[in-house]
């Protein structure tokens, strides 16, 4: 399986929009990106505090 190579900004902004779609728990998200919660619920507060990019 080849290597997907994506920078670090595209992997919070997917993980933000999955997130809220609803479909997932926080800790299945986490477990899917690699990320521990506390990374996860860190990414979330940046978001509302300072929206996209």
Same mark, same amino acid.
């Given at each position: 399986?080849?290597?997907?190579?994506?920078?670090?900004?595209?992997?919070?902004?997917?993980? /933000? $929009?999955?997130?809220?779609?609803?479909? %997932?728990?926080?800790?299945?998200?986490? +477990?899917?990106?690699? /990320? $521990?919660?506390?990374?996860?619920?860190? %990414?979330?507060?940046?978001?509302?505090? +300072?929206?996209?990019?």
């Amino acid at each position: 399986m080849p290597w997907r190579e994506s920078c670090a900004m595209d992997q919070r902004v997917r993980f /933000i $929009s999955e997130q809220r779609t609803g479909l %997932w728990t926080m800790t299945e998200l986490c +477990e899917r990106y690699e /990320i $521990s919660r506390k990374t996860g619920y860190k %990414w979330l507060d940046r978001y509302r505090l +300072e929206g996209p990019g």
